[in-house]
């Protein structure tokens, strides 16, 4: 069954799924519903004006929250800092595997090969398990699958060695200087970037519509080809669960050396803005942090849009 067919499948499952939140996230719910209108779109640099940074407490050691379409930063703390980056990796893993257009429904075998050797992390991918390419990179994405992400390295030409290569070829053509990557997993803690060239990863994976697709499927499965059974997964970013939230790309990540990470490219207000958040204090603040940057963005823009509307009055 192919990607697409399985994603609007999925969508007809209602298990409510049920995460322990008592840290220090700001509840979906306080988000105000009547959010501002559309009719006027306020430049960035503008909306930048009535931005009060002093007013933004997040929990995240770095981040920066960009509008995307205008290229304006609206927020960032220790923007250009190196730190290990965990998962996000994987976004360069996804880009790097559909550059090479390789055969999306061939079939990959994971292997003893594929464990973690590393931190000795979990697995819902048993030796032998078979699945198609494309949905290793599903369950890479969406679950952050590592034994999944080290298949597809595994299984290029030219093997792991070349993947990486590759992954680093992409990031200088990028331009991102100060990335750089060891593992197609991101269990290694040599896999660095910032939060600034983070946002430039997002806003690359972002013109793919397969990662977009991905990372954004709340809960979905794979077949495995051996047994034919269903590998089941949630989506590691509980926000693409949340109607409130109107997520376009996800990716979410954790090793001890980088923290709680997690990246997003979102619409607020029906502005497309990307948030990079590094090394959150805790499990769930990066959740906690994301909602306080909408809160912070849609308060702004209302008194924006209000003082935007009355200087084009004036000049009329």
Known sequence: MSFTNRFCFSLLFSLVFTVNTYAESVSDNEFNSETTSSSTYVPAEFLAEHLDPKKLFLRSSAAIVMDQRDGVVLFERDSNEKRPIASLTKLMTAMVILDSKLPMNEILKIKRADRDRLRGSKSRLSYGTQLTREDMLLIALAASENRA???????????????????????????????????????????????????????????????????????????????????????????????????????????????????????????????????????YSKFGDSNRIRHWIDSAEKRAKRSYAGLASAQS
Request: hydrophobic share 40%; glycine share 8%.
């Open 149 to 283: 992400a080290a298949a597809l390295a595994r299984t290029f030409p030219g093997g792991k060695k070349a993947f990486v290569a590759a992954m680093n070829i992409k990031a200088d053509a990028l331009g991102l200087k100060n990335t750089h990557f060891t593992d197609s997993t991101g269990l290694h803690s040599g896999n660095i970037s910032t939060a600034s060239e983070l946002a430039k990863i997002v806003d690359a994976a972002y013109s793919y519509p397969l990662i977009r697709d991905m990372t954004t499927s709340g809960k979905d499965y794979v077949i495995d080809h051996r047994s034919g059974w269903k590998v089941e997964f949630f989506n590691t970013n509980r926000l693409v669960r949340r109607k409130s939230w109107d997520i376009n790309l996800s990716k979410t990540g954790y090793i001890a050396d980088a923290g709680y990470c997690m990246v997003m490219h979102t619409n607020i207000n029906e502005r497309p803005v990307i948030i990079v958040l590094l090394n959150s204090w805790g499990k």
